[in-house]
Each structure stands twice: as C-alpha cells, then as structure tokens.
C-alpha cells in the first residue's frame, strides 16, 4: 500500500506545477475517473472519463481553462485500498474530496471527485 500523507502531497504538487505526465502518473491505463466537472467540460453527463488518454485529453482541457487552478491540501484519509483527499480548489472556492482506489502497484484504477 501506497503512503496516504506522501501521496497526497506529490499529489498536490503535481497539480498545482499543471504538469500533466506528473500527474497522470499517479493513474493505471484503466483508470474509470468521475467527477462532475468532467460532465461539464466532456459534455457526458455522466461525468465519467474511461482510461488514460481520454483522461488526459480531459485534463490537457481542464487545465487550459484553468490556468490560476491551485489546490490547498486539507486532509488525508486511508483506507485498505484508497485514499480521500480533501482539499480546497482555487478554480471553484469550494472544498473537494477526491477518492482514489489503486491497484498492486500502487496506481489508481478509480477516482472520484465530490465537490462542495
């Protein structure tokens, strides 16, 4: 199992750099995120984005549109298999809790996010 708190913080550092390959590295190949945001700018209403590629073309956009986006980390919490991380998001002004469930070795193979 993955460190919860040094995860999070490479986690948060690779988000607030906007360095896409950092960030993606945290990511299996078939990784399943969802997160309404997603809804918003894919323009799938369910919100989910299927496998690396899709994810990173979402996010190459997102991050477009967002160029001021930073993240402050709030907590972490763990589970056998997951992480929760809570945090506030510069973009929205909101707090955001994203879950992340990984695999063996020790990339996500889920996510989601849960805004306020």
């Known amino acids: 199992m993955i460190d919860p ?3 999070a913080a490479e986690w948060i550092e ?9 960030i993606l590295s945290h990511y299996a190949p078939e990784i399943v995120f969802t997160s309404p945001a997603a809804a918003r700018i894919t323009g799938d209403a369910s919100g989910r984005v299927q496998g690396k590629a899709a994810l990173e073309a979402y996010w190459a956009r997102a991050l477009e549109l967002a160029p ?3 993240f402050t980390l709030r907590s972490v919490l763990s589970g056998p298999d997951a992480v ?10 909101a ?9 063996a ?12």
């Open 95 to 103: 707090e955001v809790v994203e879950v992340l469930r990984f695999n």
């Open 68 to 70: 001021d986006l930073a």
């Open 105 to 116: 070795e020790g990339l996500a193979i889920e996510a989601a996010a849960y805004y306020e």
């Open 5 to 7: 708190t040094a995860f």
């Open 14 to 22: 690779a988000w607030n750099a906007h360095d896409l390959p950092r």
């Open 84 to 93: 929760a991380i809570r945090y506030f998001s510069s973009r929205t002004g």
